[in-house]
């Protein structure tokens, strides 16, 4: 769910067909992982962290909170690839 938001839209055969696989893996008590990407031109890029990204990182106040939102802003109209599990040996309880 909070990957959906970020997708751009005509992905819903994909969406769902993910989605039964991170039911699976979550059942089977793995760490889910999904994975999209976004291709971007070299000046889009650039522009981005030239002016969002290092506003934010010399921030004084809200710095962490400013970062965050200039990520965001980069990461919208994502293409969904697909989902993983990876069984978590460093967390307790994890089978």
Excluded: C
């Amino acid at each position: 769910e909070a990957l959906r938001p970020l997708l751009s839209s005509g992905q819903d055969h994909m969406d769902a067909e993910t989605a039964q696989h991170v039911d699976e893996f979550s059942r089977l008590g793995l760490r889910v992982m999904l994975v999209a990407w976004k291709e971007l031109d070299r000046q889009v890029y650039e522009e981005w962290t030239q002016n969002e990204l290092r506003a934010a990182m010399s921030s004084p106040e809200g710095r962490e909170q400013r970062i965050g939102q200039a990520y965001e802003s980069m990461e919208r109209g994502l293409t969904l690839i697909g989902g993983t599990g990876i069984e978590d040996r460093l967390q307790a309880g994890v089978p």
